[in-house]
Nanobody, 115 residues
Framework: QVQLVESGGGLVQAGGSLRLSCAASGSRFSMYNLGWYCQAPGKQRELVAAISNGGSTNYADSVKGRFTISRGNAKNTVYLQMNSLKPEDTAVYYC?????????WGQGTQVTVSS
């Protein structure tokens, strides 16, 4: 059973940085395709960044050049480094793991960017 626990959210001023972490249980972490999603109030959950089990990455256009996704297979953790944060980045950020037909979500962590 895969469990995901996010951390690192909080309140930051515009232009600041945060680093989100998502720790995963399970022994097959290196096989997971991983992603970070965000959901703002009244909006649908949307992809922010993803990293495959081979290390390939892709990003939403709105965060390219500002956010970086990475994974530490030895620590069973995926990270999202968020720089140059904007008020429109305010949302709950969720970690997602996929392996085969198995899909798991974390509980989410709130990111609030003040102007």
């Amino acid at each position: 059973q895969v469990q995901l626990v996010e951390s690192g959210g909080g309140l930051v001023q515009a232009g600041g940085s945060l680093r989100l972490s998502c720790a995963a249980s399970g022994s097959r972490f290196s096989m997971y395709n991983l992603g970070w999603y965000c959901q703002a109030p009244g909006k649908q959950r949307e992809l922010v960044a993803a990293i495959s089990n081979g290390g390939s990455t892709n990003y939403a256009d709105s965060v390219k050049g500002r956010f970086t996704i990475s994974r530490g297979n030895a620590k069973n953790t995926v990270y999202l480094q968020m720089n140059s944060l904007k008020p429109e980045d305010t949302a709950v950020y969720y970690c997602k793991a996929e392996v085969g037909v198995l899909v798991r979500w974390g509980q989410g962590t709130q990111v609030t960017v003040s102007s």
